[in-house]
């Protein structure tokens, strides 16, 4: 693999300047590890941080009263959920979609990469509704602040090789390609099952309504899956939109090919402080065989299998 030159300075997310004394307690007593650029990464609830991240993530777990692992996804899902809910708004013309003219990151912002790291108690009531927003947190983690609410979650899971090449390429845009990881690959397939089994478990649970979504299906089958996601999202659609192809148009909207190609997605920073391009590459299903040898697809397809033995989750 070759890294892209184009570089940007990181994210304030992966910063530690913005932790509170409660926070730094909490660090104190919590796993550490390096990350690829030689910051440090603590240990909380099942997922890695860092600090500036662990600090939002203590806000909104203080304040939010109402997700997917990275790269599974996200930009794809957060496009058609806007799509969806807001549709009404917008099926008159097309032409002023702010999808067009905004990058989906921005529309449906990250709880923990953007809203509560600037803010301790963001407004959330600025947000058109019905108000979507998006994590990367895993379930045990949000489970608090969802219990007693009427919030849905939808998560996106994809298969991990994609996964991981697809989220290599994405480091290489917006870091320098001579940092790497002090992450053993254990931990992260640990992290992804994790993540994955808990979404799944309580996708077939009635004490939180989640909707488990699986990229490749959607790759197979969007039309039924972006129903599926319509109906899940209580906007499901009419016979009349069906017969006279809303359910095509949306796709088309936020088909990746789409989206990229946009001058919106080419430039300009999104408001995690990520750089718009870097959100988009091939979008695919197995380009990990263009990546991986062999041996370490075994080695990874043994991992999973392990590690989700007798729970009933399994991936192709």
């Given amino acids: 693999m070759e890294a892209s030159q184009n570089l940007q300075t990181p994210p304030k997310f992966t910063d530690d300047d913005g932790v509170s004394q409660e926070c730094e307690y909490l660090i104190s007593s919590l796993p550490s590890e390096k990350d690829f650029m030689g910051k440090k990464l603590y240990s909380y609830q099942g997922s890695w941080y860092y600090p500036n991240t662990l600090q939002a993530i203590l806000n909104f777990q203080k304040h939010f009263r109402a997700p997917s692992y990275p790269k599974s996804g996200t930009t794809w899902l957060k496009a058609l959920a806007f799509s969806l809910v807001h549709r009404n708004k917008y099926a008159a013309n097309l032409a002023s979609h702010p999808l067009l003219s905004d990058n989906p990151h921005n529309l449906v912002r990250f709880l923990e990469a953007d809203l509560y790291?600037?803010?301790?108690?963001?407004?959330?009531?600025?947000?058109?509704s019905p108000r979507l927003f998006a994590t990367h947190m895993p379930f045990q983690t949000l489970h608090e602040s969802l219990r007693d609410s009427a919030c849905k979650v939808v998560y996106v899971c994809r298969n991990i090789k994609d996964v991981l090449v697809s989220r290599w390429h994405f480091r290489s845009k917006i870091f320098r390609k001579d940092l790497h990881s002090n992450y053993s690959l254990e931990d992260t397939v640990d992290e992804f099952v994790k993540g994955a089994?808990?979404?799944w478990k309580e996708s077939s649970v009635n004490s939180n309504p989640v909707l488990f979504m699986r990229y490749e299906e959607m790759i197979e089958k969007p039309e039924a899956q972006v129903m599926r996601l319509a109906d899940?999202?209580?906007?499901?659609?009419?016979e009349e939109e069906k017969q006279s192809g809303t359910v095509e148009k949306i796709l088309e909207l936020c088909s990746l090919g789409n989206l990229s190609n946009l001058e919106v997605n080419k430039s300009g920073t999104s408001t995690c402080g990520i750089a718009h391009h870097a959100f988009f590459r091939k979008g695919g299903v197995g380009d990990w065989k263009n990546h991986l040898t062999d041996d370490m697809a075994k080695k990874l397809d043994v991992m999973v299998e392990k590690k989700l033995e007798g729970s009933g989750l399994n991936f192709e």
């Fill in 117 to 128: 790291v600037n803010n301790q108690c963001p407004d959330l009531e600025e947000v058109p």
């Fill in 232 to 238: 899940f999202l209580g906007c499901s659609f009419t």
């Fill in 197 to 199: 089994y808990v979404y």
